[in-house]
């Protein structure tokens, strides 16, 4: 998207638009020029994650359009943590709060463009809370909060009978105070979310409307879930990260080449920026010839690389061909091949014990159920060993075999695949 008048029509269709204050009015003052925008993002982890991806690509396609993004470290609010239905969040030193908030300000950074007429800006709220008194707050911001709408909010109606902190029920009156100043030094006039901080986020229109009489704007997105009803953007072994050392680009990739068919085509919508026609056509692959799981590479390439960039996306699918065979496993770099292993599924064994025969490997990795059931399948020729099939049940991997120095690549048939990692 390039013209400002239809941005409001793009983020429609894409389905990222869950609520607004007012729709018509936005889409106005989006038609007059350009318009500042905010979203915030605590540091409450060391990395960001996929909810705060949707987050970031909404500024960015706001930018695209010729607006003017603002990027909100949350140094103050991420000392707090928005409360959340299952109870109070732990505490983090203000030196962990400051580390994670400078991961966060590198991470948006890389999304955004810092160049032209409307180049991003990030900020700081701890900047403007740090020096405020407990006497200053309660006057300017407590006082226009009444205590009957706050308690009114879901997250606190659902944690009154369980307890919540005063820390927690104040978060609000932080948030909204953001909101406040970026209006005031910046003339940020909206702000965008997750549909999860409506609350939070039109409390600010509301505390600019009561304290300086202006009209300003808010904008939701859904929040993602899949088809079966979990929640988006989790796996088995936990929160899917920006940061590459805290979920591995190889398995990044295969969380979105795994998507559900029910599920590929609106996440196109929301984290890539294929055309509508594109898309529309993925659509129709996927009705028609769901096999070839086009949609899923498609969206798997585009979200990869723009994480982690095209050399790394390409690895990656080098990577996955050359572990089935389809290309030398040699070529690959031992932290890409053990990222890939790690996520298909891999066991150790200590160097000073001796490597097993190939049976046994079989076994341990899980590749068949017991020693009769690997030496059939080595039999029937479908074993193979680093992409050689094994011929014999008595095989034993050399030191020659380790690729990297480390480690056997274990295949049963065309798609069982195991690592094993010799370690000392």
């Not at 908030?101 to 800006?121: I, M, Y």
């Not at 308690?151 to 105070?177: H, K, N, P």
């Not at 953007?233 to 990044?252: H, I, Q, R």
């Amino acid at each position: 998207m390039t013209t400002d008048q239809h941005v409001l029509d793009e983020l429609e269709w894409r389905g990222l638009i869950a609520h607004s204050t007012d729709l018509d009015a936005l889409r106005a003052e989006l038609s007059e020029g350009m318009v500042k925008v905010y979203c915030g993002f605590d540091p409450t982890a060391p990395s960001l994650h996929m909810g705060n991806l949707l987050q970031i690509l909404t500024l960015k396609r706001l930018q695209d359009a010729g607006h003017k993004p603002y990027g909100l470290v949350g140094g103050a609010t991420g000392m707090i943590g928005d409360p959340k239905e299952t109870g109070e969040r732990q505490m983090n030193s203000l030196d962990t709060v400051k580390q994670w908030s400078a991961n966060v300000q590198s991470q948006l950074e890389r999304f955004l463009s810092f160049e032209g007429s409307n180049a991003a800006t990030v900020v700081n709220n701890y900047d403007w809370t740090a020096g405020l008194s407990t006497i200053e707050f309660l006057r300017d911001i407590g006082k226009h909060f009444p205590i009957n709408r706050m308690l009114a909010r879901e997250v606190v109606r659902s944690r009154l009978e369980s307890g919540i902190s005063y820390t927690e029920f104040s978060y609000v009156l932080l948030q909204s105070m953001d909101y406040l100043n970026l209006f005031r030094d910046f003339g940020v006039t909206l702000q965008t979310g997750g549909s999860d901080q409506w609350g939070n986020i039109t409390a600010g229109a509301e505390l600019i409307r009561r304290v300086d009489g202006a009209r300003v704007n808010a904008l939701a997105t859904p929040l993602v879930t899949k088809a079966d009803g979990t929640k988006f953007g989790k796996t088995e072994s936990g929160t899917v990260w920006l940061d590459a050392e805290m979920t591995s680009p190889y398995a990044f990739y295969q969380f979105w080449l795994n998507s559900d068919d029910r599920d590929v085509v609106d996440l196109l919508k929301y984290y890539t920026f294929r055309s509508r026609e594109e898309i529309e056509e993925l659509a129709r692959q996927t009705e028609e010839e769901p096999f070839r799981r086009a949609a899923q590479r498609a969206l798997a390439d585009d979200v990869t690389t723009l994480v982690h960039g095209h050399e790394e996306t390409e690895r990656i699918k080098a990577a996955a061909a050359a572990l089935f065979g389809g290309g030398d496993l040699t070529d690959l770099s031992s932290e890409t091949l053990g990222a890939a292993l790690r996520e298909a599924g891999s066991v150790q064994v200590k160097r000073a014990d001796g490597l097993p025969t190939v049976v046994d490997l079989l076994v341990e990795t899980g590749l068949s159920a017991s020693k009769g059931a690997a030496r059939r399948t080595v039999g029937e020729g479908g074993a193979y060993l680093n992409n050689r099939r094994v011929e014999s049940p008595d095989h034993v991997p050399s030191e020659g075999d380790l690729i990297g120095g480390s480690w056997l690549v274990l295949r049963r048939g065309k798609k069982n695949l195991a690592g094993v990692e010799v370690v000392d």
